[in-house]
């Protein structure tokens, strides 16, 4: 038959078994045999004569067998079209959504040099490392990229994220040290910290059962700071007490034992510490990835509209967009208020003033607006002395 029919049968075969089926020809005849058979031996076989022939199950298998391999074609061929109809769809939606050339979108001005650029999101990349725990890896970076890196910038989060892993391992210790060497900075926060490692070591003693009872109202002296604050939490884990010789699990304050409250001191302790170290909860890459994700496709439909109508200067700012795109309060962090007379977002040398009518403006506007002493307000006709105005906060 030939290399070329040997190779579209063993072809075919394989397929056969990619699609989990099994080969029936094999319980008729040896495969290699046939495979290896000339032209003439193969018409001396389906005809019944010559030495191949040496009983009608050949003829009868390979009749069973090229009716299999028909319908299975016809079958993947109907599967091929509707697989190759999900993949077209499947690309023609990444040609719409994707841009190859998204570099486009952001204005070259943005960036002082390309070394700055590469510097920038190099330190991005190296801290949402660190702060993701991921410090071998953070330490490579600094070596293939040549960063120098102080020890006080790793010094906060090699301490949080040691910290962190004693949490996820139940070990309250190095936690409630670092609350109770920090507890002046936590009360001005108005955090709860030192008060949750507490009430979780409490129940961890409650969880013993009856032999660490007395252990368990040793430790409630551990509440005496926090009792104005957290009474009604504070009753109720001295309430639990109560149900201790018949099982906890089995009373009414089985809350208490929910694992739950190991993922809340976590979040807490991240949250609290991240505010007294100076850093964010989240790392500035994390956040700039989620806003880009946002604002891309906003930007790219500006980026259309200005090639088309051949637009320039639209984007003449290094610290503002061209447009406005909301991410969502997620994102707030600082006023938002713009001013209705000079169009300009309040900042803290231009913050927004109050007037005694109750409309704001902006300070540059009120100095603008001042005529002989007084100001009159742009939306109604009261005036009013200039300085009674007063800074507000949004």
């Not at 034992?257 to 809340?264: C, F, I, Q, V």
């Amino acid at each position: 038959m030939g290399s070329t029919v040997n190779r579209a049968w063993r072809s075919c075969c394989t397929m056969w078994a990619s699609c989990g089926l099994s080969w029936p020809a094999q319980d008729y005849f040896r495969t290699d045999v046939f495979l290896s058979a000339s032209h003439q031996e193969v018409q001396a076989i389906l005809v019944g004569v010559g030495p191949a022939a040496t009983s009608c199950l050949y003829l009868s298998g390979l009749i069973q067998c090229c009716r299999k391999i028909k319908d299975t074609v016809q079958k993947l061929a109907s599967d091929h079209k509707d697989i190759h109809s999900s993949v077209s769809r499947v690309g023609k939606a990444i040609d719409r959504n994707f841009d190859s050339e998204i570099c486009g979108v952001v204005s070259d001005a943005v960036w002082d040099s390309r070394e700055k650029q590469q510097q920038t999101l190099q330190m991005a990349i190296l801290e949402h490392l660190y702060q993701q725990g991921m410090l071998s890896v953070a330490e490579e970076l600094c070596q293939e990229s040549t960063l120098n890196v102080d020890l006080d910038f790793k010094q906060p989060f090699l301490e949080l994220n040691r910290i962190l892993e004693a949490l996820h391992e139940q070990d309250l210790g190095p936690a409630l040290e670092w609350a109770v060497s920090h507890r002046q900075r936590l009360l001005e926060l108005n955090s709860s910290l030192e008060f949750k490692l507490h009430r979780l070591q409490f129940i961890r003693l409650l969880a013993g059962g009856p032999e660490k009872q007395l252990e368990a109202l040793s430790y409630a002296r551990h509440f005496q700071p926090f009792a104005h604050v957290h009474q009604r939490e504070i009753q109720v884990m001295m309430g639990s007490l109560v149900y201790l010789q018949l099982g906890l699990e089995k009373s009414p304050y089985c809350h208490l034992l929910d694992n739950s409250h190991w993922a809340e001191i976590c979040e807490t302790f991240t949250r609290d510490a991240c505010s007294l170290l100076g850093l964010s909860v989240e790392s500035p890459l994390s956040v700039s990835f989620a806003s880009g994700c946002v604002a891309l496709p906003v930007l790219m439909n500006i980026k259309a509209v200005m090639e088309q109508r051949q637009c320039s200067g639209v984007w003449s700012h290094k610290d503002e967009l061209p447009i406005e795109i909301e991410l969502g309060m997620k994102c707030w962090y600082h006023s938002v208020f713009a001013c209705p007379i000079l169009r300009q977002q309040t900042s803290d040398s231009n913050p927004p003033i109050k007037l005694i009518c109750g409309h704001v403006i902006s300070r540059d506007a009120l100095n603008k607006l001042i005529n002989g002493g007084k100001l009159k307000c742009p939306y109604c006709p009261m005036e009013q002395n200039p300085a009674d105005g007063k800074r507000i906060i949004f």
